[in-house]
T-cell receptor, first 115, second 112 residues
Framework: SAVISQKPSRDICQRGTSLTIQCQVD?????MFWYRQQPGQSLTLIAT?????????ESGFVIDKFPISRPNLTFSTLTVSNMSPEDSSIYLC????????????FGEGSWLTVV | GNSVTQMEGPVTLSEEAFLTINCTYT??????LFWYVQYPGEGLQLLLK?????DKGSNKGFEATYRKETTSFHLEKGSVQVSDSAVYFC???????????FGTGTSLTVIP
C-alpha cells in the first residue's frame, strides 16, 4: 500500500486568503487525485493531478480557484484561493497506480475552517 | 455511465448485532469494487476490495462479495463492536479508465 502524508492536517484561515496543501507519497504512483469532503457529505473529486502538465478538473472546479501542481511522481499541492466560509471542508489527497494494485489510497486529510 | 448507490444511513446497532450495508453499482467494463472506512476525525482507509466477479474481500471480520449478476457489493459483519462505529463508503474503479466513484457513505453507530 501507499503511505500518503498531507500537511497541514488542520488550519483556520481568514476569509480572502489562500492556503496550499502539500501531499507526499512514499512511492512513485501513476495517479494522484484531490477530493473535497464537506461536513457530513461524501467525497467530491476536484481534479486529477497530472505529472508535468496541467491538472484535469471536474465540472464545477476551476484552476483559478484550485490551482494544482504535480512536479514529480510522489508530490502534489492543492491551493485553495481567495477562501470563503463555503470552502470550509476536508481536502483529501489520494493516489493510485500499478504499485498499489490499482487501489486508491488516501491521506489523512486537511481540515480547513474559513472564518 | 459509472455510479455507486449506497444504503442510506444512519444505522444504529447494538454490540454483537449483524451488519449489512447495501451497495449496488452501474459500470462500463469490468470494475474493481472497494469498501472504505472513515473513523471520526480521520481520513479514509481501505477496508477491503474485490477485483473480479465472485471474489470475496474480507478484513477485520467484514466481508463483501462481488456479485456481477445483481451488480452488488454488500458489506457484512457477523458481530459488530463499538469500535466499528464509523462512516463506510462503497466505491468502484472503472474497468475502462482510471476514474474512481464513491457512494454517499453510510454512518454506523454501535452502542454497547
Amino acid at each position: 500500500s501507499a503511505v500518503i502524508s498531507q500537511k497541514p492536517s488542520r488550519d483556520i484561515c481568514q476569509r480572502g486568503t489562500s492556503l496550499t496543501i502539500q501531499c507526499q507519497v512514499d512511492s512513485q504512483v501513476t495517479m494522484m487525485f484531490w477530493y473535497r469532503q464537506q461536513p457530513g457529505q461524501s467525497l467530491t473529486l476536484i481534479a486529477t493531478a497530472n505529472q508535468g502538465s496541467e491538472a484535469t478538473y471536474e465540472s464545477g472546479f476551476v484552476i483559478d480557484k484550485f490551482p494544482i501542481s504535480r512536479p514529480n511522481l510522489t508530490f502534489s499541492t492543492l491551493t485553495v484561493s481567495n477562501m470563503s466560509p463555503e470552502d470550509s471542508s476536508i481536502y483529501l489527497c489520494s493516489a493510485a497506480g500499478a504499485q498499489s494494485g490499482n487501489t486508491i489510497y488516501f491521506g489523512e486529510g486537511s481540515w480547513l475552517t474559513v472564518v | 455511465g459509472n455510479s455507486v448507490t449506497q444504503m442510506e444511513g444512519p444505522v444504529t446497532l447494538s454490540e454483537e448485532a449483524f451488519l449489512t450495508i447495501n451497495c449496488t453499482y452501474t459500470a462500463t467494463g469490468y470494475p474493481s469494487l472497494f469498501w472504505y472506512v472513515q473513523y471520526p476525525g480521520e481520513g479514509l482507509q481501505l477496508l477491503l476490495k474485490a477485483t473480479k466477479a465472485d471474489d470475496k474481500g474480507s478484513n477485520k471480520g467484514f466481508e463483501a462479495t462481488y456479485r456481477k449478476e445483481t451488480t452488488s457489493f454488500h458489506l457484512e459483519k457477523g458481530s459488530v463492536q463499538v469500535s466499528d462505529s464509523a462512516v463506510y463508503f462503497c466505491a468502484l474503479r472503472s474497468g475502462t479508465g482510471n476514474q474512481f466513484y464513491f457512494g454517499t457513505g453510510t454512518s454506523l453507530t454501535v452502542i454497547p
